[in-house]
């Protein structure tokens, strides 16, 4: 398996899956690639600015019909 590049692997550091999968790996193995307290801060982030931009669509109704 040839690794990747060092862009594509910095790239791959966007996707949110890479900290859960890294998680996951910590948990199982107790190993991982990232540190797992990034990897669960990065998570917690994103899930916070998820809920944020839910709540906001519940208020405005978006998508609801009359």
Same mark, same amino acid.
């Given at each position: =398996?040839?690794?990747?590049?060092?862009?594509?692997?910095? *790239?791959?550091?966007?996707?949110? =899956?890479?900290? =859960?999968?890294?998680?996951?790996?910590? *948990?199982m193995l107790g190993s991982s690639t990232l540190?797992?307290?990034?990897?669960?801060?990065?998570l917690s982030v994103v899930t916070a600015v998820?809920? *944020?931009?839910?709540?906001?669509?519940?208020?405005?109704?978006?998508?609801?019909?009359?």
């Amino acid at each position: =398996m040839v690794p990747l590049s060092p862009f594509w692997q910095n *790239a791959s550091l966007l996707n949110p =899956m890479v900290y =859960m999968v890294e998680g996951l790996r910590f *948990a199982m193995l107790g190993s991982s690639t990232l540190n797992p307290g990034v990897s669960l801060g990065v998570l917690s982030v994103v899930t916070a600015v998820l809920v *944020a931009i839910d709540v906001q669509l519940f208020k405005r109704g978006f998508g609801l019909t009359d």
